[in-house]
């Protein structure tokens, strides 16, 4: 399987690492690993974009964005990098 080397296949690659790890802390969250799991699914707020309102008269739009992974989503990017970089 052949990728073109450009911005959007890398993107994906960092979503998908992020989101896979990101399910992965969830899911590991209950898992007593010799005391290192706390550490590893604490989330870390990055960002946080409170309801921002928008009135257009006729619509009206009401979005938000928060940004906050564990360690295990973090690895999960640096593991899509890397593999995006090998292959």
Not at 35 to 63: A, R, V
């Amino acid at each position: 399987m052949h990728f073109s080397k450009g911005f959007f296949p890398l993107l994906l690659f960092l979503a998908a690492g992020a989101l896979i790890g990101g399910i992965l802390g969830q899911v590991m969250e209950g898992v007593n690993f010799v005391g290192l799991m706390p550490y590893l699914t604490k989330t870390f707020e990055i960002f946080d974009l409170k309801d921002i309102f928008l009135n257009l008269g006729i619509i009206q739009f009401h979005f938000g964005l928060r940004f906050a992974p564990n360690l295990i989503s973090i690895a999960g990017i640096l593991i899509a990098a890397w593999l995006y970089k090998k292959f």
